[in-house]
């Protein structure tokens, strides 16, 4: 349709790295298109932490796995959600912010997530490639000390980029038909069966690791089991409450 779409439709996560490094040009046009992302309020509630230093690399891979490509792939990068500049800003101006709304966790959290993804897309545009590291919240509590994170900011994931060194099959995506609803909210599963039987294909043709899966049973597996139930109070200790 055009080169943006094209770019979007062509992703898939990186892990496999080649050794060229990453030029701190790239790191800054990276950065600077993660910034103009639409931010809630103009708030701009996120910090990225470039990390550099091996042994932190190590320790940052193991516990979030392990899982090796933190270690190995040529920038590594932390996405925060932030809300310590936001409570500087009110500091700025002699008042005192108020801390611990949900809509606040909120506001941080999808602001991270919006300036990730257009860092993503930057780097793909700039032939690089990559993947979220969601598992950093494995231990979040010993990130935020490596990474010498304050009061009012967390970890939210992890993102590793460098040259692609592997040349993964697309993971097919939920038809438009299941996901776009007209007028209001009509659950859409008649083609449910036919994506099982797409990701079915995916998983048994794919050149990597290929097995025996589909879509529902992937996410049954993932949606019975606990999902990281520290995180709770990891982030009410940070300052993220719940009110
Ligand atoms: C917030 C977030 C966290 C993720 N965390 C991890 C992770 O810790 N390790 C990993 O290998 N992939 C991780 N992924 C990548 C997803 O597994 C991947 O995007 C998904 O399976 C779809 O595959 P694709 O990106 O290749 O299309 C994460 C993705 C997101 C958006």
């Not at 959290?109 to 032939?127: K, P, Y």
């Amino acid at each position: 349709m055009n080169q943006v779409i094209d770019l979007l439709k062509n992703h898939r996560s990186i892990r496999k790295f080649k050794p060229e490094t990453v030029s701190i040009e790239k790191v800054h046009a990276i950065i600077e298109a993660a910034g103009w992302a639409a931010t809630s309020n103009f708030i701009q509630a996120y910090t990225v932490i470039h990390v550099k230093n091996k042994k932190t690399r190590k320790q940052i891979a193991d516990l979030a796995g392990p899982q090796p490509w933190v270690e190995t792939s040529p920038l590594f990068l932390v996405f925060c959600a932030d809300l310590k500049r936001a409570q500087t800003a009110c500091l700025y101006e002699n008042k005192e912010m108020v801390s611990g709304y949900t809509e606040q966790f909120i506001i941080s959290t999808v602001d991270v997530a919006l300036a990730a993804q257009n860092a993503m897309i930057a780097a793909e545009s700039l032939g690089l490639g990559g993947v979220y590291i969601g598992g950093i919240r494995n231990d979040p509590e010993t990130v935020c000390k490596l990474l010498k994170i304050p009061d009012h900011v967390y970890p939210t994931f992890g993102m590793c980029l460098g040259y692609p060194d592997e040349n993964q099959e697309q993971k097919p995506r939920l038809p438009v038909s299941m996901v776009l609803n007209d007028e209001y909210y009509q659950e859409s599963n008649t083609d449910l069966e036919k994506y099982n039987a797409i990701c079915k294909a995916y998983y048994q043709n794919r050149s990597n690791s290929s097995r025996e899966d589909t879509w529902t049973h992937q996410i049954s597996v993932m949606m019975t089991s606990p999902a990281r139930p520290h995180m709770k109070a990891f982030l009410k200790k940070r300052g993220f409450e719940f009110k």
